[in-house]
């Protein structure tokens, strides 16, 4: 894990004591602190916040090495900047399994210490456990409650997604400009604020639904940063979309409806990651919403003549005709025409003019987006075809045969249209 450092303000002791904090709330107040990484000031704000709202009587940060941070009864001894001292610790960071221990089995070296017990829990990053959270009660007590248990757990799957977002940050410098731009493309700071401002609106109205999104929320990050390709395919990128709608149908309801219209032959289809998510948000965002009222996305593929065809399509407010020539160009406005023309650019680059986004709109009727790509198994050809793009088709076509054989049940094929469903992972 990279070295990283930031300042984090931890506010007055006094005045967050007073908020009463539904866990789930509280993992989303520390979330904007977590992004600088696994450093000792963000330790010792997450210590303090533990403390202060989870019913435990100390509570720890640590990291691979030593102590971070340290807050509560028995401060005295648990210094931050020590050597790891217990082998429950220890034990956690080796197993990357939780951990509870009592009196002795703590492993404290101070014959006099005040803890009773003890839960370690890992902070993963990557399938490497980087650290851990402690938390502590006090002797005579014997257990943590079971609510701050699972606070507590829930913010360290958190943290590690929000570390996973750090150590993108770190590996920048080791990537080209193309591949950064990709990995970037996938982290939208707005829809990071629509969907935490959703969670967050239904954490007292529907806590179960709130929980629920904070989990598939921390995963689709999770995943997210785990898919460095230059291409997938269209199986893969649908199976990303559908992720994403997740948020999107909590945050509109029933004012969104999305069909899929998608030829069982076009699942195959060679892509550059993130081209038909996009297009599905800039279809929600910029059509749908500003309608007010109920709208439909379809998202549709093809299979005809050694070229795949795919196609997002809503019913909403539409585009100016004036507009719609310089939507494509690069700067051009913000949000909807930087996001298509990065799309646009992209297509492209990869394969050639003919692969550039098409745009068709009526105002007041809905947009049309569509491109085309090759199909590299029956001879498709295009302009780009650098020894990187064919190795990068090869690489995407291997990993698609496995995801296929793991979706199969997740999948309901008529003769004709694939009506897909995503209970299980692609």
């Not at 967050?16 to 993992?27: A, G, I, K, M």
């Not at 005295?76 to 009196?103: E, Y």
């Not at 996973?164 to 829809?191: G, N």
């Not at 680059?349 to 198994?377: E, I, Q, W």
């Amino acid at each position: 894990m990279p070295s990283l450092s930031v300042e984090l303000l931890r506010p007055p002791v006094h005045e967050v004591v007073r908020q009463n904090l539904d866990p789930l709330e509280l993992s989303l107040l520390v979330l904007p602190h977590l992004r600088g990484g696994l450093t000792r000031a963000s330790a010792e704000w997450t210590a303090q916040l533990l403390l202060d709202h989870l019913a435990i009587d100390a509570a720890a940060v640590v990291d691979r090495e030593i102590t971070l941070a340290f807050a509560g009864v028995g401060a005295d001894h648990h210094l931050p900047g020590l050597p790891l001292r217990t082998a429950l610790t220890r034990q956690v960071l080796t197993t990357s399994q939780p951990a509870t221990a009592r009196g002795r089995g703590i492993g404290c070296p101070e014959p006099d210490c005040p803890l009773g017990v003890a839960m370690v829990l890992p902070l993963n990053v990557q399938g490497r456990t980087v650290g851990a959270l402690k938390l502590y009660r006090a002797r005579p007590r014997r257990d943590i409650p079971a609510v701050s248990a699972r606070a507590a757990a829930g913010l360290a799957r958190l943290f590690g997604v929000y570390l996973e977002l750090a150590d993108l940050d770190a590996r920048a410098a080791r990537v080209t400009r193309a591949e950064l731009d990709a990995l970037r493309a996938q982290i939208s700071p707005h829809f990071l604020f629509n969907t935490l401002t959703t969670i967050a609106a239904l954490v007292r109205s529907k806590p179960d639904l709130a929980h629920k999104l904070v989990i598939q929320f921390a995963e689709f990050f999770r995943e997210t940063l785990a898919e460095h390709d230059e291409l997938t395919t269209l199986e893969g990128e649908l199976a990303y979309v559908e992720r994403y709608l997740a948020f999107e149908r909590a945050r509109l309801g029933e004012r969104l409806s999305v069909i899929y219209r998608v030829a069982p032959a076009a699942r195959r289809a060679i892509l550059p990651i993130l081209v038909v998510q996009p297009l599905v948000e800039n279809a929600i965002n910029h059509g749908l919403a500003p309608a007010e009222r109920t709208g439909r996305v379809t998202i549709a593929a093809a299979h005809e003549a050694g070229r795949f065809t795919i196609e997002v399509s809503d019913d909403g407010v539409g585009i100016e005709a004036t507009r719609q020539q310089q939507i494509l160009q690069h700067g051009y406005g913000t949000g909807l025409g930087m996001g298509l023309s990065n799309v646009h650019q992209r297509l492209q680059s990869m394969f050639g003019p003919a692969s550039g986004l098409r745009l068709n709109s009526t105002p007041g009727h809905g947009t049309r987006v569509g491109f085309t790509v090759p199909d590299f198994r029956t001879g498709g050809t295009h302009t780009s075809g650098t020894p990187s793009v064919r190795s990068a088709v090869s690489t995407a076509s291997t990993r698609s045969a496995a995801r296929s054989r793991r979706s199969r049940a997740c999948r309901t094929a008529s003769t004709t249209w694939c009506s897909w469903t995503f209970a299980c992972p692609a």
